[in-house]
DNA sequence: CTGAAAGCGCTTACAG
DNA sequence: CTGAAAGCGCTTACAG
């Protein structure tokens, strides 16, 4: 692989020179800068861009630690954010959490040892020892999604969905369908997107005059097997909930498995509604309610909030709303009279 | 952030004997190497990355150039590469080419750029430049589930599944089912695997005793909306299909969309099947028989290779077989007897 | 066992 | 407009 120096020889000139015209310089005749055009292109040669980031400090690699690939809002995520940076002339690494705390640590050391310039992070848990020494060390940071709060962690902008408005109509489309011993499958209690679901949804059953009881709160952890252990307590219940919230789409998935291997009928038996929207929960049987955040657009401000952090400037918080998306999961929509 | 020097200074010793301890040198004496230990934790000081990986000419991170983050297929693709690399060691840079060869082009750029240790491709069309030249210029390389043939490529090893196997089962699979008039969604020509299914399948048909009409190949880019499109243009025919094989899974989720738009079922009206399986195939409506690749072992096989390149050992190809899962979508199961 | 020194491939004041 | 030189933060022969 060719280093300036070949560019430099077979051009001519100094290797001052070849990086000057690499770096658009505007300083160097028009016939020399045309020399070691000339020059690089026989050579093949692209520069080193490990060289170039020890001397200038930077990286142009934003670093992203989203919980869950698989999740595809995380996978769509991280799609907008690629986007978002490409167009700004910044490429992405990305660090699967896997929604075990010990793993984002890994990444948030791997992506700080790389020198990315700036740190997009969904949080898995209340904060990883090695994120709180970035964040407080000055490496620019934006929480996505998810956030969470702490000593040195008040300058990062949080840029997320605020799902209690979609929650609520989501409760109201439930009572409206008649049911009333609603249950949640909720996330961990450690991120904030955990508690705001449960939160909301709590508040909006006791706006309707309806209580949550304990048993019907399932502890899940936002992957498909939580959701298919806490619906299977719920369906074992004395009296089992008529609508289940699962606050992710894996847990979602989860409780179909579940509801389907006891040959029970959504939303006949028990009616389901979830949180993220998913093409596939068109074509489910029935097709599932959902809450749907902006995802592309919440990728977009993160970049956008985090290379201004990068680039010097202020950044601030952003937060988008979420909607609820009826479908047959719950019942006939209201609009059908039948 | 502190450097290598700052530790020197503060437990008193040369930069060298800090790097060697960093490094497991067995050439320190124990209380120097706790000293320096010391003043590492004092400082919370990481290695600069960058600045290790200029000196010793590898940066131990691998790239992954996939076709497209948003398909199911090939996320659970990098998520199992990503964990077979970081046990080995290694992190992994995802780029995502979106089915465009342009953006792959662009990765595989910025990748080499980056000097990432080696390169894991699956790629989009037929060779875009920078990938032949990084071949060829000596970069470690692996073809995964698609690859290319060429000039100064014998060398590059493929880790790939079989799918002839499944789709030959497939087709017999419709063929028991009394399905004659089958067609396919094909994937582009430009890619190995889209010219292998339909190959598979054509075969299979003439096996059969069936022929493919031209106008039962449709021609899809792998992605949703051609599969919506190929499936409209099916559905006008004269003579329709009475199934139809997507080969992939956002491709049936197009052909999903556009037969619910036009009050058709599945499979009554038409019967579907897609190549590559995904959890939610079993809570569609109906069920959808599919065609399942060991994704995991791919991904591993493909870091195994990859890194035996890297590491300076002969690496082979590989070739893994798939299967079907026959589900409701193509008609009754044989088994079941009304 | 430890240190001084060279060098990885760039960029960028500083001179001219 | 161009070049010589310093330096980014490490690692690793080479001496001792």
Chains 1, 2 share one sequence.
């Not at 705390?101 to 740190?119: A, E, F, K, M, S």
Request: proline content about 7%.
């Amino acid at each position: 692989m060719p280093a300036i120096k070949d560019v430099a020889q077979r051009a001519g000139v100094s290797v001052a020179t070849v990086s000057r015209v690499l770096n658009d310089h505007p300083a160097v005749r028009t016939d020399t800068r045309d020399k070691v055009l000339a020059a690089v292109a026989d050579l093949g040669y692209r520069p080193n861009a490990v060289a170039r980031s020890l001397r200038t400090h930077q990286t142009r690699a934003l670093g992203l630690v989203i919980s869950d690939v698989l999740n595809p809002f995380f996978t769509e995520l991280a799609r907008s954010v690629e986007d978002a940076a490409r167009d700004r002339g910044y490429s992405v690494v990305i660090g699967n959490a896997d929604e075990r705390p010990d793993l984002q640590d890994h990444h948030v050391g791997t992506l700080v040892d790389r020198r990315i310039d700036g740190l997009l992070v969904s949080p898995t848990d209340g904060g990883s020892p090695l994120m709180l020494d970035a964040a407080r060390s000055g490496t620019p940071m934006v929480f996505v999604d998810r956030w969470i709060e702490g000593e040195g962690l008040d300058e990062v902008p949080v840029v997320r969905t605020d799902g209690r408005g979609a929650v609520r109509d989501l409760v109201a489309h439930l009572h409206a369908l008649g049911h009333r011993r609603l249950a949640i499958i909720a996330g961990p209690a450690a991120t904030t997107t955990g508690r705001e679901r449960v939160d909301a949804f709590r508040s909006a059953l006791r706006e309707f005059g309806l209580a949550l009881s304990a048993d019907h709160i399932g502890q899940g952890d936002f992957q498909a097997d939580s959701g298919r252990r806490v619906t299977a307590r719920f369906l074992d219940l004395p009296d089992p909930p008529e609508a289940i919230f699962a606050t992710d789409n894996l847990m979602a998935l989860g409780a179909m498995d579940e509801i389907r291997s006891r040959g029970l009928r959504v939303p006949d038996d028990v009616a389901l509604a979830a949180f993220d929207d998913i093409p596939w929960f068109v074509h489910t049987d029935p097709p599932i309610t959902a809450i749907a955040q902006p995802t592309g657009d919440l990728g977009h401000a993160a970049v956008r909030a985090l290379i201004d952090r990068v680039e010097g400037r202020p950044a601030a918080s952003v937060t988008l709303s979420a909607r609820l998306v009826p479908r047959r999961s719950c019942g006939e929509p209201e609009g059908s009279t039948p």
